[in-house]
Nanobody, 120 residues
Framework: QVQLAESGGGSVQAGGSLRLSCAASGSFSSINVMVWYRQAPGKEREWVAEIMSGGNANYAGSVRGRFTLSRDNAKNTVYVEMDRLKPEDTAVYYC??????????????WGQGIQVTVSS
């Protein structure tokens, strides 16, 4: 079993910064892609950004240039540095990982989510 633990959320004023972390733990062989999603009140969950095992990252247009992903494969952790935050970035942020087990099975895992609140 694999667990994803998010940390680093909180409240910040518009224009400020936060850094979220997502650490994977448990028994597995490797992690393919790690992804951040978010869900604002009354809205559907949306894809924010992803980073591949090799470090290539992709971003939604709404966050490109403001959010930066990085990944520490040795720690099985992905980080998102969120700069120039806007009130519309307010949401619960979820970490997702596509994980390869020791038996080469591939499964999807989700974190429990962490709140980010940006006030104007």
């Amino acid at each position: 079993q694999v667990q994803l633990a998010e940390s680093g959320g909180g409240s910040v004023q518009a224009g400020g910064s936060l850094r979220l972390s997502c650490a994977a733990s448990g028994s597995f062989s490797s992690i393919n892609v790690m992804v951040w999603y978010r869900q604002a009140p009354g809205k559907e969950r949306e894809w924010v950004a992803e980073i591949m095992s090799g470090g290539n990252a992709n971003y939604a247009g709404s966050v490109r240039g403001r959010f930066t992903l990085s990944r520490d494969n040795a720690k099985n952790t992905v980080y998102v540095e969120m700069d120039r935050l806007k009130p519309e970035d307010t949401a619960v942020y979820y970490c997702y990982a596509n994980v390869v087990s020791a038996f080469a099975n591939v499964r999807d895992y989700w974190g429990q989510g962490i709140q980010v609140t940006v006030s104007s």
